[in-house]
C-alpha cells in the first residue's frame, strides 16, 4: 500500500482508507470497513490525528473523520518534501572520509535501470558547453525518454550543437521531430549492433559530450533491462576507445550533412529565375582599330550576358 511507503503503519493506513470512504465514522463502524480490531482503531486514529489527516468529534461515541483527499495528499506531499530537504542538508554536511584517495585514474564506473541512466544522461547533457553526439538504438522500443529530448531541445536553444544518430529510419523520424534544431543522421554503426541470433545484447544508446565525458548503455535482446557504463572524464582506455569512435563517426557524419546542405543550396540557387543581369557586370569596350592600336570608338562596346555568356554588341545610346 502506498500509504505504508509513505510511513503509515498498516492499522493507520487501514483506518484513514476506510475514513475517506465514509463522511464520518464511529470506532466500531471504521472497525468493520478497515478489518482492524476495534481497540487498535483508537490508537491508530489518535497517531492520524496526530499527522493532520484525520479530525475527531469527542462525543459519545467518538467519530471521526478525514480531511479531504487532495489536502491529505498535499499534506503528506509537504512533509516528505521537509524530509528531503532535511536528508540533503544532512548528507551535505557529512564529513568527507580519505577523499584524497577518491581521485584515482579508473574513473568508469556503471549504473543499471533505464530511470537511472536517463538522469545520468540529462546531467551529461545539461552540462555541456559546445556539443553533444548522441547514438540511439533502433531495435523497435521507444529508445529514449520525452525527458531526455526536452534537454536536448534546451541544449540546442543554448547554442550547444546537438548530432543525433539513429540506427533506424523509424527512430531517426521520430527524434527529428523531438528536437527540430538537432542535426539528426542516420548512423553508421549498424555493425555495433548484435551480427547473429547468438548475441544476447545490443547497443542501446552512445553518448558523448563536449568530447570528454562518455556513457555507453546496452540492451539485453531476451530483457528490457538497460545497464550503462559511463565516465566524466578522459583518462580510462575503455572512455578513450570510445570518445575517438564517436568523435571519428561524427567527423565523417558533420562531413556528410554539410556537404548535403550545400547540395541542398546549390539546387535552390540553380533553380532561381535567369535573364537579370547581374549586379557589378561592366561592359567591355570593343576595339575598333582593327588590332593597329587606333582608339577606341566611346560609342560602341561588346558586353557579357551574366545568363548564359554569349555576347551582343550595341551602341552607348541604348
Given at each position: ?10 492499522y ?11 463522511p464520518q465514522g ?11 480490531p476495534?481497540?487498535?482503531?483508537y ?18 461515541p467518538?467519530?471521526?473523520?478525514a480531511?479531504p ?6 499534506l ?5 518534501d ?7 542538508d544532512?548528507?551535505t554536511?557529512?564529513e568527507?572520509?580519505?577523499e584524497?584517495?577518491l581521485?584515482t585514474?579508473a574513473?568508469?564506473?556503471s549504473?543499471t ?17 559546445e ?21 536536448l ?6 547554442g550547444v ?12 523520424e521520430e ?18 549492433q548484435?551480427?547473429?541470433?547468438a ?5 542501446g544508446?552512445?553518448?558523448l559530450v563536449?568530447r ?6 546496452s ?6 533491462e ?16 570510445g570518445?575517438?569512435?564517436?568523435a571519428a563517426?561524427?567527423?565523417?557524419e ?8 550545400n ?19 561592366e ?10 592600336g ?5 560609342g560602341?562596346?561588346?558586353?557579357t ?6 555576347e ?7
Amino acid at each position: 500500500m502506498i500509504l505504508r511507503e509513505l510511513g503509515l503503519k498498516e492499522y493507520e493506513a487501514r483506518c484513514f482508507t476506510a475514513l475517506t470512504r465514509v463522511p464520518q465514522g464511529t470506532a466500531k463502524e471504521v472497525s468493520d470497513i478497515a478489518d482492524v480490531p476495534r481497540t487498535r482503531v483508537y490508537d491508530a486514529v489518535d497517531q492520524l490525528q496526530s499527522y493532520g489527516l484525520v479530525d475527531i468529534q469527542h462525543s459519545t461515541p467518538q467519530r471521526f473523520r478525514a480531511i479531504p483527499v487532495e489536502e491529505a495528499v498535499t499534506l503528506l506531499r509537504n512533509q516528505f518534501d521537509d524530509r528531503f530537504d532535511t536528508l540533503r542538508d544532512a548528507l551535505t554536511d557529512l564529513e568527507p572520509v580519505g577523499e584524497e584517495g577518491l581521485e584515482t585514474g579508473a574513473n568508469v564506473w556503471s549504473t543499471t535501470g533505464e530511470g537511472a541512466i536517463t538522469n545520468r544522461a540529462i546531467g551529461f547533457v545539461d552540462s555541456a558547453e559546445e556539443e553533444i553526439v548522441l547514438v540511439l538504438d533502433g531495435g523497435g522500443e521507444k529508445v529514449t525518454s520525452d525527458r531526455l529530448l526536452d534537454r536536448l531541445r534546451a541544449a540546442t536553444d543554448r547554442g550547444v550543437t546537438v548530432y543525433i544518430g539513429a540506427l533506424s529510419t523509424a527512430t531517426h523520424e521520430e527524434v527529428g521531430a523531438a528536437v527540430p534544431d538537432g542535426r539528426v543522421f542516420e548512423s553508421g554503426l549498424e555493425w555495433l549492433q548484435p551480427q547473429s541470433d547468438a548475441e544476447d545484447e545490443r547497443i542501446g544508446r552512445l553518448l558523448l559530450v563536449d568530447r570528454n565525458k562518455l556513457l555507453l548503455s546496452s540492451l539485453g535482446s531476451h530483457s528490457s533491462e538497460e545497464s550503462a557504463i559511463w565516465s566524466d572524464s578522459v583518462g580510462n582506455g575503455l572512455t578513450v576507445i570510445g570518445r575517438r569512435l564517436l568523435a571519428a563517426g561524427l567527423d565523417r557524419e558533420r562531413e556528410d550533412l554539410d556537404i548535403a546542405e550545400n547540395d541542398a543550396a546549390e539546387t535552390e540557387s540553380a533553380t532561381e529565375p535567369t535573364g537579370t543581369k547581374p549586379t557589378g557586370t561592366e561592359p567591355t569596350r570593343a576595339d575598333t582599330s582593327g588590332g593597329t592600336g587606333g582608339a577606341e570608338d566611346p560609342g560602341e562596346y561588346e558586353a557579357t550576358d551574366g545568363t548564359d555568356g554569349t555576347e551582343r554588341t550595341g551602341t552607348g545610346e541604348e
